[in-house]
């Protein structure tokens, strides 16, 4: 056998997946007709070897769920969770907490949560409680932390994360900012200090090449973790992503190969800064994420598998 390239060696590995598994176009466009929906999971296994959990942020799942995704996954199978909305800065709704927390949690005349350092906790463990699961099994890879773009340098301060990621220290995190009024001029270099120090990935993107305040600069590579790196692709469609109402209509956008391959030498070039890479595609209209994801892995030279047989629909 040949002996690999000391650029090669050098190489951290990329794990390629998408930003939820049963998005409605995914379960439409992708999955063969009449699959049930406790099988896309297994089904999507056979295609990628890690994918990003979307619904942890909207509710936090109860065990026998999560020991449902382990059990239908390869034992090397890796999951990213996205943390909840209520520790990322969005205005929270009281009904999506649990219902013990529902009851202790402060809310103003909307119904809306009111952030405390002890609901923070509280909350935190009731969600690391159901992600023991995946802890346990050597599933879980990185928490998401996804801010809201209302946390603007103007009003907030980087500091303000701090009790998350101090009771976060023993796990990967990595946070998405939204306003990209952090990642330009002198404060991109404050944000990612901050990073560094505190061991946490910055999420580099694939956006529209557009100065709106909501989208981040596509051209900023910045790993602030030797041990892992995180890019999220959420397509090139800036009107969509500045107007549309729905996930889907925001990241409405099918890649060029052309572009699949930008996205594959990008990757390549984080893995030589990363011991690991993870590679989210977001673009959740129709079947675009999942064909993107099929056709980088290709771009990398990842083996793919024949198309998956379910054995229930034939």
């Given at each position: ?10 190489s951290g590995k990329i794990l390629v997946g ?41 509710s936090v799942p109860d065990l026998r769920m ?210 690991e890479v993870h590679v989210v595609f977001n ?32």
């Open positions: 056998m040949a002996k690999r390239s000391s650029r090669e060696q050098e998408t930003a939820s598994w049963s998005d409605p176009g995914f379960v439409q466009h992708w999955y063969p007709k009449g699959i049930r929906a406790h099988e896309r999971l297994g089904w999507y296994a056979q295609y990628f070897e890690m994918v990003e959990v979307n619904s942890t942020f909207y999560v020991e449902r995704w382990c059990a239908t996954t390869p034992d090397r199978f890796t999951f990213d969770v996205k943390l909840h909305q209520l520790f990322s800065f969005h205005s929270t709704a009281a009904k999506l907490l649990p219902p013990d927390l529902q009851k202790r949690a402060a809310t103003d005349g909307k119904g809306k949560v009111t952030l405390t350092p002890d609901l923070e906790k509280a909350m935190l463990d009731v969600f690391l409680r159901s992600m023991s699961v995946l802890h346990s099994a050597g599933k879980l890879g990185v928490f998401l932390l996804q801010l809201s773009p209302a946390f603007s340098p103007r009003v907030h301060k980087l500091e303000e994360l701090e009790h998350l990621i101090g009771m976060l220290r023993d796990y990967r995190l990595a946070i998405e900012f939204r306003n990209r009024n952090w990642a330009t001029g002198d404060q991109l270099k404050s944000t990612i200090d901050f990073l560094k120090r505190r061991r946490v990935a910055f999420v580099n993107v694939d956006a529209p090449a557009a100065d709106h305040f909501t989208i981040m600069p596509w051209d900023v590579n910045e790993i602030t973790n030797q041990g892992f790196a995180y890019l999220r692709l959420h397509g090139r469609n800036a009107r969509a992503y500045i107007t549309g109402k729905t996930v889907a209509a925001r990241f409405n956008y099918d890649y060029r190969e052309d572009e699949i391959r930008e996205v594959a030498e990008r990757s390549r070039q984080l893995a030589h800064e990363a011991d673009n959740n209209a129709l079947d675009y994420a999942p064909r993107a994801a099929t056709r980088l892995r290709t771009a990398l030279g990842q083996l793919i598998p024949a198309p998956p047989q379910t054995p229930e629909l034939f």
